[in-house]
T-cell receptor
Framework: DTEVTQTPKHLVMGMTNKKSLKCEQH?????MYWYKQKAKKPPELMFV???????INESVPSRFSPECPNSSLLNLHLHALQPEDSALYLCASSQGGRYGYTFGSGTRLTVV | DQQVKQNSPSLSVQEGRISILNCDYTNSMFDYFLWYKKYPAEGPTFLISISSIKDKNEDGRFTVFLNKSAKHLSLHIVPSQPGDSAVYFCAASAGADKLIFGTGTRLQVFP
């Protein structure tokens, strides 16, 4: 299995909703990442988990809450989001950035 | 503060010709560089990488060149094919777990 699987592919949520994005990989990669990509912009790093521990938080607002239940799973819990949080959320995994990341196909999030 | 820049937002090339995508960076601590290809509604796909101790890396139709003194790298695709039409991102690493992506160049290869 050489894929990173993200669910759901599309999500529409209201500003008072609580939802979660899920990411799964079975390549034995030690690091997992959340990126956010707005239209016509590069992916921007949000969080990095290394060996199931949060190693990087790029000053992301607390309405985004990551969780790594085990080495294969990564969640992103969403609460009280704003319309400007609408974007493509990408999950990736790697054995270290120098080896290249394997990205999932993303979750297209729309906040209404 | 955009540390990795791709100054050409788009590039149009005829099939069979060479595509050259450029990337500039500002942080001299970057020691590893990667190129990714992205289709709409998909995640980026890793293409090729290069360490800062090298100046060239080749993989099939793809070659990446690094000029450290100019803080510049380029991706050459020869020959270009219509299936190469996508957005290309360069990315740079200054540590094990942090990639900084460039702004992207949309490549269109026409028949």
């Amino acid at each position: 299995d050489t894929e990173v699987t993200q669910t759901p592919k599309h999500l529409v949520m209201g500003m008072t909703n609580k939802k979660s994005l899920k990411c799964e990989q079975h390549m034995g990669h030690r690091a997992m990442y959340w990126y956010k990509q707005k239209a016509k912009k590069p992916p921007e790093l949000m969080f990095v988990y290394s060996y199931e521990k949060l190693s990087i938080n790029e000053s992301v607002p607390s309405r985004f809450s990551p969780e790594c239940p085990n080495s294969s799973l990564l969640n992103l819990h969403l609460h009280a989001l704003q319309p400007e949080d609408s974007a493509l959320y990408l999950c990736a995994s790697s054995q270290g950035g120098r080896y290249g990341y394997t990205f999932g196909s993303g979750t297209r999030l729309t906040v209404v | 503060d955009q540390q990795v820049k791709q100054n050409s937002p788009s590039l149009s090339v005829q099939e069979g010709r060479i595509s050259i995508l450029n990337c500039d960076y500002t942080n001299s601590m970057f020691d590893y560089f990667l190129w990714y290809k992205k289709y709409p509604a998909e995640g980026p796909t890793f293409l090729i990488s290069i360490s800062s101790i090298k100046d060239k890396n080749e993989d099939g139709r793809f070659t990446v060149f690094l000029n450290k003194s100019a803080k510049h790298l380029s991706l050459h695709i020869v020959p270009s094919q219509p299936g190469d039409s996508a957005v290309y991102f360069c990315a740079a690493s200054a540590g094990a777990d942090k990639l900084i992506f460039g702004t992207g160049t949309r490549l269109q290869v026409f028949p």
